[in-house]
């Protein structure tokens, strides 16, 4: 594969950084005893069925549509306690992002600008302010800006550690969530949130917050895991994107209902995701998932990876069945 977890996640931190993350998880199961009951995050349905169980969190699905949500969930409060202390973020902050950033950039960010830049064009959309909701450690900001594309980028990052990160790499950071900031004088003609939507309270409110920052016409580029893709849809529970930190798993019809409720128009779907064969092949060869040697997928993910394996993630990512996803929406509603 071109593409790997490794390249992204080194394998040499690992060890590490699940320690950092088990402290984490020790510490919020600590305080299940507060978490909060709440309607399905994209239907508002009170109807659903539990799934599983994990780290004593429990994943439910909805009945009315796809999504699949923690309920009961850690409280606003409790959230930002969670990712002001959080140990794994600490590490990915100082180890994993930096010795990661050259191949992020590689097989990610670049991809994804391009990506961006070139519906921007498509869609005709003023070239003003971008803003970036949640940026982490500040390279998509920095790649960005070295397209001179926009006159202005700023960045929307709450977590006191990722925010000073960014600003030691020049960009303009507004340390608060984005419900709770007004724009100056001029707002947004892009938004771009990254792996975001995925860890909040309540993702609706999330985009009402967007839209109040953004121009009318104005574009909103949401990435998050597809429910629907093959890496979840595959390993189920011991999927790692089911953990703590992931409190709401949509599918492409479900996070798209939810965005148009919020005064978007949605505009494209995708699922450009390259990395569900590699971790679910990860998963075999480490024993964790099971099948039989005599199986569809084993014959793809090891017997013929070498032969099968890109090919096989291309038609994952080109038939929207990647856990991967993309949403592209304009603003339509003030």
């Given at each position: 594969m071109s593409t790997s977890e490794n390249d992204i996640r080194p394998y040499q931190l690992l060890k590490e950084q699940k320690k950092r993350f088990q402290i984490d998880i020790n510490n919020?199961?600590?305080?299940?005893?507060?978490?909060?009951?709440?309607?399905c995050p994209s239907c508002n349905a009170n109807n659903y069925k539990l799934k599983f169980k994990k780290f004593n969190f429990q994943y439910v699905a909805c009945q009315n549509c796809e999504t699949s949500y923690v309920n009961p969930r850690p409280t606003p409060e409790i959230i930002k306690w969670y990712y002001t202390n959080s140990e794994n973020y600490k590490f990915w902050n100082k180890y994993t992002f930096p010795l990661s950033e050259k191949s992020r950039i590689k097989s990610i960010i670049k991809p994804r600008i391009n990506r961006i830049l070139?519906?921007?064009?498509?869609?005709?959309?003023?070239k003003d302010l971008f803003v970036e909701v949640g940026p982490g450690f500040g390279t998509f900001g920095q790649e960005l800006i070295k397209t001179n594309y926009f006159s202005k980028f700023l960045a929307i990052e709450p977590m006191p550690d990722l925010a000073e990160t960014c600003r030691k790499k020049g960009l303009d950071v507004i340390e608060e969530n984005?419900?709770?900031?007004?724009?100056?004088?001029?707002?947004?003609?892009?938004?771009?949130?990254?792996?975001?939507?995925?860890?909040?309270?309540s993702p609706l409110e999330f985009l009402k917050g967007i839209n109040k920052q953004l121009k009318k016409d104005g574009l909103i580029f949401i990435t998050c895991p597809n429910i629907n893709g093959f890496e979840v849809k595959t390993l189920g529970k011991i999927s790692d994107t089911y953990d703590i930190e992931h409190l709401n798993y949509f599918s492409i019809e479900s996070l798209s209902s939810l965005i148009e409720?919020?005064?978007?128009?949605?505009?494209?779907?995708?699922?450009?995701?390259l990395l569900d064969a590699d971790i679910v092949r990860k998963k075999i060869n480490l024993g964790q998932k099971k099948i039989s040697n005599k199986n569809f997928?084993?014959?793809?993910?090891?017997?013929?990876?070498?032969?099968?394996?890109?090919?096989?993630?291309?038609?994952?990512?080109?038939?929207k069945l990647s856990t991967h996803m993309w949403i592209v929406a304009k603003k339509t509603q003030v």
């Open positions: 919020i199961k600590k305080r299940i005893h507060e978490f909060c009951f709440v309607n070139e519906i921007c064009e498509k869609e005709n959309v003023k984005i419900e709770d900031i007004k724009l100056n004088s001029v707002k947004a003609t892009v938004i771009g949130s990254f792996e975001v939507i995925e860890h909040l309270f409720k919020s005064g978007f128009k949605v505009i494209q779907t995708m699922t450009p995701g997928l084993h014959s793809i993910l090891i017997k013929e990876w070498d032969q099968l394996g890109n090919s096989f993630q291309k038609f994952l990512s080109e038939n």
